[in-house]
């Protein structure tokens, strides 16, 4: 089992930057393939980025492609979601989820909610035009 807990959110004009950040608690964390998604308020939790459990893979949704960048430090049980560019529309809280992810899987990377068993308590970014 992992717990995480996100943080790096925060308030930022249009056109600015935030570092995300997930720590994850346990000796296993390079076990787990990790995924960030977002939820704004009355819409459903959507996808946002993705990356293997060796760090090797990742997925952007296309909202986000070019502007966000999810990378990994499984040395600090550490996942990262780089925000660039930000937009108002970007505005939701955001989550960081894990899933175990075998060895043979090492490359595998997974960009659907019901994925994921473990979840963050989110952390808000609210972009202001």
Not at 58 to 76: H, L, Q, W
């Amino acid at each position: 089992q992992v717990q995480l807990a996100e943080s790096g959110g925060g308030l930022v004009q249009t056109g600015g930057s935030l570092r995300l950040s997930c720590a994850g608690s346990g000796r296993t964390f390079s076990s787990y393939a990790m995924g960030w998604f977002r939820q704004a308020p009355g819409k459903e939790r959507d996808f946002v980025a993705a990356i293997s459990r060796n760090g090797d893979m990742t997925n952007y949704a296309d909202s986000v492609k070019g502007r966000f960048t999810i990378s990994r430090d499984n040395a600090k049980n550490t996942v990262y979601l780089q925000t660039n560019s930000l937009k108002p529309e970007d505005t939701a809280v955001y989550y960081c989820a894990a899933r175990v992810s075998t060895s043979s899987s090492a490359f595998v990377y997974y960009t659907q909610v019901y994925e994921y068993r473990y979840w963050g308590q989110g952390t808000q970014v609210t972009v202001s035009s």
